[in-house]
């Protein structure tokens, strides 16, 4: 029989897959997943510019950044999930030999080495890794067995702790932290047992004096004494906590207003645009504005989460896991820091702190997450 004579047959269902494929799913993108991201946006660039002192030189800014990172994620959700997991481990090796190379080629910065310059283009080899890691991690688990066996988390395991130390050095405790978070996400997503978790967790708290005596840096260990009584220091140390928490509840239920802040208007709240942009939110739209922001958050995450559910593929599921997770990390982190309940470990809150290169990592993650979404309909069809 030829192809024809196979057409001719059924041109009734040909036509309807056809018209099935929408035109959303031809472009690789998820819309639920769009409209949420481009609602999150708009509404931090409306809070960055009350932050940024009523000026649009920060929104214009911060607009080309998301230019910049949308244009990343839409040619992330145009690759196949095969392509992406061949790329896995070569983007690993890569990230690596970058973080092996700041100690001898890093550009210094307030007292940190963490960048390289290539040709006056710099760039935190750091940032790579928030997506190699659990991009190859996922890609080591997708082809064994699963639950993993102790040899199989030994080796992830390894695979973490590599640019986790690597980063820690720099110093970039913060940044290390989220890294190492995404990577645990995929071993936790995989099947560990609860007998390993609740062990690493007894030998962590065992190695918690080691930690503060010799691996921690002193003003590492003056932001976690700062967590415990900020007024201890309240002209140093536990400045930015106490103008925070007075930012945060001066706003009460309806807050100030937008633009009638005081706290940043008058300088007194330090990284209003950036890590402490929330209270500046807190203080003018009070806590329903908290609440609003925090459903975007929450809708945002669960259609990440619903998205790694139903990918069609073991590696598919395990990275979009844990780049929603790695999300909700994001968020909890800042907004714990910010209210005095963890140590300021200088990680912004995702997509309304003003940023360059953490809106392009985040944006193309969630590039991956409709890589992952669109291929499960596409087969679907």
Known sequence: MSQTDFVRQMPGQSADLARRVSV????????????????????????????????????????????????????????????????????????????????????????????????????????????????AVAWYFSGRVLPPTFRYVATSLLMIAVPFLLIATQPDLGTSILIAASGLFVLFLAGISWKFILGSGGLLVL??????QFVLHDYQRQRILTLLNPESD??????????????????????????????????????????FIIAVLAEEWGLRGVFMLLLIYLAIIARGLWIGMNAQHCFGRLLAGSITLTFFVYVIVNMGMVSGLLPVVGVPLPLVSQGGTSLVTLLAGFGLLMAISTEKRIIDQ
């Open 234 to 275: 309240k002209l140093g140390a536990g400045w930015n906590i106490i103008q925070s928490k007075t930012a945060i509840g001066s706003g009460g239920w309806d807050g100030k207003g937008w633009l009638n802040g005081t706290q940043s208007a008058l300088d007194f709240l330090p990284e209003s645009h950036t890590d």
């Open 24 to 135: 959303w799913q031809r472009l690789h993108i998820d819309p639920w997943l769009m409209l949420l991201l481009l609602l999150l946006t708009a509404f931090g660039l409306v809070v960055l510019y009350s932050a940024g002192g009523q000026s649009m030189g920060p929104v214009i800014r911060q607009g080309r950044f998301f230019i910049i990172a949308y244009s990343a994620m839409l040619i992330l959700a145009q690759f196949d999930m095969e392509r992406i997991k061949r790329l896995a481990p070569l983007g690993y090796i890569f990230g690596v030999i970058l973080l092996a190379l700041v100690p001898f080629m890093g550009v210094g910065a307030k007292g940190a080495q963490r960048w390289l310059d290539f040709g006056g283009f710099r760039f935190q080899p750091s940032e790579i890794m928030k997506l190699v890691v659990p991009m």
């Open 207 to 212: 190695s918690a004096y080691p930690l503060w």
